[in-house]
């Protein structure tokens, strides 16, 4: 398969401080599944397969990426999947996608998903649904670690990764743990922007998923909590305003509001204060697309 394109960025804010910004366009890896969940999930499905089983089952919200995306990849792998989503089953694009896709969706309550990594209620699952492949929520897990190392290991054969700062939008850590893991030997530095209130705890996270995915641990990475906009989902006006502008700047490039709005809106207003002068800064678009169908103001 070609690279995807390593694309540069047009800001007016960019010239005046010497920044150069590009986007890796993940979001056009793959013409329906698109983004970080296309590294995430493909070597999950493999396993699957390998280890005969036919069912995947996840959890997500009612937007999901990832349950979106993953009710695409089990059919190509030829798996059946289930989806336990999250609150009621809301008559939208990304569940009546999953749906076409032939996954199999289950509404439970937010109490109930709560439960969704205790083993009592995993075993319950395996009860009622038969033995699967579990993928937990986002995805993140030592194969989605080790798949993600596939977006850095492109970017060394289009540009010289030393003395970069690679940026991207953090859920649940797994993308940027890949990308910290991919980027071992390289002498570049990344950064992670938090989408999530409180989103200290990924420190941690991201440090467990290196491990267990058998990497090392390095320092060369940081975490940057200021631009969540409330918390996971939200989407203030002012975000809104950023995208229609950002998108202005530069025809062709849609940013998704749930992550990579908040990714370019973090770094854009990094550059505005003067903490980036003179870098080279490689933004990974994760993709997520289909999200904006959820905003009006995007359509
Ligand atoms: C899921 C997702 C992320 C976050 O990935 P994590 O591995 O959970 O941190 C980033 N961008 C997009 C578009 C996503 O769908």
Known sequence: MNPTPLQPINHPLLEQ?????????EDLNHPVISGNKWHKLKLN???????GYNTVLSFGGPYSNHIYALAAAAKIYNLTSIGIIRGELHDNPTLTDAKNHGMQLYPISRHDYRK????DFLMQLIEKFGPHYLIP?????ALAVQGCKAIINELKTQ?????????????????LAGLIAGSIDSNCQLIGFAVLKQGEFLHDE???????SGNSSPNNWQLDTNYHFGGYGKVPAELIHFILEFESYNPGIQLDPIYTAKLCYGLIDLIKQGKLDNRTIIAIHTGGLQGRRGIPELQ
């Open 116 to 119: 969704k990594t205790q083993t």
């Open 159 to 175: 540009t010289d990764l030393s003395e970069t700062l690679i940026a991207c939008a953090c859920g649940t850590g797994g993308t």
């Open 45 to 51: 499905l493999q396993a699957a397969q390998d280890q």
């Open 206 to 212: 991201i440090k467990q998923l290196l491990t267990l």
């Open 137 to 141: 929520e986002g995805g993140s897990n």
């Open 17 to 25: 401080h010497q920044v150069k910004l590009y986007f890796k366009r």
